[in-house]
């Protein structure tokens, strides 16, 4: 069965760095998504992304992020100064919304990458 | 503002018990509305709910959808220790690019 997949599981970092958080979307999927859950806190939705550009985000998705799909599989987040509260799980999810007949638009998540920012 | 609100926030049952989840929302524009387990780490799919009234099933668990009261719930029967997991509630808001808002989640524990 198709999923998402996510690199890394686990990304340590230290505060002011830069991070790039990588997806793989299901391959014939089109609207792709960022997600975070803080430890302890529910999942927050950051970005959706749709034909090569940000169709919305959230007001945590300030200027120090950024998304990108750089080729045709991949879907990145940047995040360019990391800061201690960036500590969360991100999770990318992608959409089956128009590829069936009827009412479907069902996000499938990926397993996540855990980032610490030190 | 759009929220979504799960309740209880936990909930420690017996092998063989009944639950019932809830989940009631106030959402400006909304599609739908669905659950999701998540277990260690990714959320994984179980319903999505659009329409009043329509039960949807699957094997001991079950959801319904009540648009006129704003809430949805999802029953397990015969609980098992496998179904441990926190039950996550989304509502899918149409204003603008069909985010995702979530509920806090509800922890389950079965016990052995």
């Known amino acids: 069965e198709p999923e998402v997949t996510q690199t890394p599981s686990h990304q340590v970092t230290q505060m002011g760095q830069e991070v790039i958080l990588r997806c793989v979307p299901i391959?014939?999927?089109?609207?792709f998504y960022w997600y975070r859950q803080i430890l302890g806190q529910k999942v927050e939705f950051l970005v959706s992304?749709?034909?090569?550009?940000?169709?919305?985000k959230s007001e945590i998705f300030d200027d120090q992020f950024s998304v990108e799909r750089p080729d045709g599989s991949n879907f990145t987040l940047k995040i360019r100064s990391t800061k201690l509260e960036d500590s969360a799980m991100y999770f990318c999810a992608s959409s089956d919304r128009g590829l069936a007949g009827g009412y479907t638009d069902t996000q499938y998540f990926g397993p996540g990458t855990r980032l610490t920012v030190l | 503002e759009d929220k979504v609100v799960q309740s209880p926030l936990s909930l420690v049952v017996h092998e063989g018990d009944t639950v019932t989840l809830n989940c009631s929302y106030e959402?400006?524009?909304?599609?739908?509305l669905l659950w999701y387990k998540q277990e260690k780490k990714a959320p994984t799919f179980l319903f999505m709910l659009t329409s009043s009234g329509i039960e949807k099933k699957s094997g001991r668990l079950s959801s319904i959808l009540d648009k006129k009261e704003l809430f949805s719930i999802l029953n397990i029967t015969a609980t098992q220790t496998g179904d441990s997991a926190v039950y996550l509630c989304?509502?899918?808001?149409?204003?603008?690019?069909?985010?995702?808002?979530f509920g806090t989640g509800t922890r389950l524990k079965v016990l052995a």
């Open positions: 959402v400006t524009n909304f599609r739908s």
């Open positions: 989304a509502v899918e808001d149409a204003s603008g690019t069909y985010k995702y808002i």
């Open positions: 391959s014939n999927h089109l609207y």
């Open positions: 992304f749709y034909n090569n550009e940000i169709s919305e």
